[in-house]
């Protein structure tokens, strides 16, 4: 168990021993950094180290946009998988315009691939002729499959829904970074709901 986020000195920032609490504190776990160190090795070194370069060159100069190209860069990525929503296809036409502008070949996959109804998933449908994007079902196994086969270096996870991301991090092979996250209420920005948790949101959030 580990209460970090409940810490009010944060001595690890610092490493400074006295302001790390007694309790619950995993910098004093040695047993599990020891571990962590030793599996700093082949592609855990190379992404951890030029993620810390990116990190540290970029700091308040690059988008995230700039830091995804630098960092695939940085780690030899060639091939880049790109998992999007349907909701974002212009967005993803745009960035995918960006990578390989940048010397990226990507493969791009969208949510509704595969073209499967939802009553696939056991969710009653009226019959009809003709059928809407809200009657095909997300596949994020299938996107993960599909980059799978494509061998990508990197999968970028773009605005797909919570829990299709949770199936499409639990199937892919590649490693993956998080581009965009999907909330519909908040232009795809839920730390606008935190930032309000004390304000316009209490009442929603804390009910």
Excluded at 13 to 26: A, F, I, R, Y
Excluded at 43 to 72: H, K, Y
Aim: positive net charge; hydrophobic residues 35%; contains cysteine.
């Amino acid at each position: 168990m580990s209460i970090c986020a409940k810490c009010p000195s944060r001595g690890c920032l610092e490493k400074n021993e006295e302001k790390m609490p007694k309790k619950l504190c995993p910098s004093r776990n040695i047993e599990l950094q020891t571990k962590a160190k030793e599996l700093h090795t082949g592609d855990n070194l190379t992404i951890a180290l030029q993620s810390a370069l990116v990190e540290s060159e970029g700091n308040t100069n690059w988008t995230r946009v700039e830091e995804t190209i630098q960092f695939a860069k940085k780690c030899g990525f060639k091939r880049i998988g790109l998992a999007f929503c349907t909701g974002l296809h212009e967005e993803a036409k745009t960035f995918v315009k960006i990578l390989e502008h940048h010397g990226l070949e990507v493969v791009s996959v969208v949510c509704k691939n595969g073209a499967i109804l939802k009553g696939f998933l056991g969710i009653d449908q009226p019959e009809k002729e003709t059928y809407v994007k809200n009657d095909i079902m997300c596949n994020p196994i299938g996107q993960a499959l599909l980059l799978n086969e494509a061998k990508t270096d990197l999968n970028i996870l773009f605005g797909l829904c919570v829990g299709h991301d949770t199936l499409f991090i639990k199937h892919s092979e590649a490693p993956i970074t998080i581009f965009a996250v999907k909330d519909r209420v908040l232009c795809h920005n839920p730390l606008g709901a935190i930032y309000q948790a004390d304000g316009y949101y209490k009442k929603k959030l804390f009910k």
